[in-house]
């Protein structure tokens, strides 16, 4: 079984910068790509972008290409989300998915991490 944890949400004002961690335990090697979403009060939840575990290919959405990145350690077992200037829009409840090989959407799930961005 695997668990995801987030954690290095908080809040930060317009422009500013912060770096959300992903950290893995359990039976690691079936996951095929660690993704990130977000969902704000009233929103439905967003894609943000994933990588691949194998290879680090990388896809971030268009709201945030350019702003965000995503990158793992693979011996630590942990993906990371850098944000950087940051705007209110992007204020949410941020969550990591783990996708098992052969799988064809995201079922492992971590508890979440809030970021908060002021203008």
């Known amino acids: 079984q695997v668990q995801l944890v987030e954690s290095g949400g908080g809040s930060v004002q317009a422009g500013g910068s912060l770096r959300l961690s992903c950290a893995a335990s359990?039976?690691?090697?079936?996951?095929?790509?660690t993704a990130w979403f977000r969902q704000a009060p009233g929103k439905e939840r967003e894609f943000v972008g994933h990588?691949?575990?194998?290879?680090?290919?990388?896809h971030t959405a268009d709201a945030v290409k350019g702003r965000f990145s995503i990158t793992r350690d693979r011996n630590k077992k942990t993906a990371f989300l850098q944000m950087n200037s940051l705007k209110p829009e992007d204020t949410a409840t941020y969550y990591c998915?783990?996708?098992?090989?052969?799988?064809?959407?995201?079922?492992?799930w971590g508890q979440g991490t809030q970021v908060t961005v002021s203008s």
């Open positions: 998915a783990g996708q098992r090989l052969g799988a064809s959407d995201y079922e492992i």
């Open positions: 359990g039976r690691t090697e079936y996951i095929y790509a």
């Open positions: 990588i691949r575990w194998n290879g680090g290919g990388t």
